[in-house]
Antibody, heavy 119, light 110 residues
Framework: QVHLVQSGADVREPGASVQISCRPS????????IQWVRQAPGQGLEWMGW????????KYAEKFRGRVTMTRDTSIKTVFLELSGLTSGDTAVYYC????????????WGQGTLVTVSS | QSVLTQPPSASATPGQRVTISCSAT????????VHWYQHLPGAAPKLLIY???NRPSGVPERFSASKSDTSASLTISGLRSEDEAIYYC????????????FGGGTKVTV
């Protein structure tokens, strides 16, 4: 079975950074781009960007440029999302999803990771 | 910023049909593919319709979608209680910086 398994919930203070991991299984790690989408409480879905697990290339949503970094570690077949300069507005469930670049078609989703920003 | 507009809510009784619209305010929705997601409470979003009108394996035939030059729509026929969820349309908007754009979501109540 194919899955995207994400790291567990995290609590961070304002101004800190958070890193979330996403480990694909059941398919070849380098075959598909991984995209990140978040949902703040009571809000809709918001796209953050993508990473190519093969070459490592990234594209970030303009809103997050300068604060977000997406990386991958091919040795452990895992991709990472790091978001810095956290504010309460970054409190959200963060999802990784499998999807090709320049498309909004995400056929496989992780279970979601709740990040709470609070002092 | 590009915006996809959906009605915030829709409701119908079991067995009836509900249709959700998705329209673009700043770009031509007819130029690219529209995808639809079902987001059940406490679960991850699920791809419901891809590339305007296609159902992934396992999605019941009572979910259908269409698109015109100016808007897209999702129809749920034979509504069931388990269809109660938030439904999002999504597109790739290649204007300006390029981004995936989600509609605001429509809460369907059965």
């Amino acid at each position: 079975q194919v899955h995207l398994v994400q790291s567990g919930a995290d609590v961070r203070e304002p101004g800190a950074s958070v890193q979330i991991s996403c480990r694909p299984s059941g398919y070849t790690f380098t075959d598909s781009f991984i995209q990140w989408v978040r949902q703040a409480p009571g809000q809709g879905l918001e796209w953050m960007g993508w990473i190519n697990p093969d070459a490592g290339g990234t594209k970030y949503a303009e809103k997050f440029r300068g604060r977000v970094t997406m990386t991958r570690d091919t040795s452990i077949k895992t991709v990472f999302l790091e978001l810095s300069g956290l504010t309460s507005g970054d409190t959200a469930v963060y999802y990784c999803a499998r999807g090709m670049p320049f498309m909004a078609e995400f056929d496989l989703w992780g279970q979601g990771t709740l990040v709470t920003v609070s002092s | 910023q590009s915006v996809l507009t959906q009605p915030p809510s829709a409701s119908a009784t079991p067995g009836q049909r509900v249709t959700i619209s998705c329209s673009a305010t700043t770009f031509d929705i007819g130029n690219g593919w529209v995808h639809w997601y079902q987001h059940l409470p406490g679960a991850a979003p699920k791809l419901l319709i891809y590339r305007d009108h296609n159902r992934p394996s396992g999605v019941p035939e009572r979910f259908s979608a269409s698109k015109s030059d100016t808007s897209a729509s999702l129809t749920i026929s034979g509504l069931r209680s388990e269809d109660e969820a938030i439904y999002y349309c999504a597109v790739w908007d290649d204007s300006l910086f390029g981004a995936v754009v989600f509609g605001g979501g429509t809460k369907v109540t059965v």
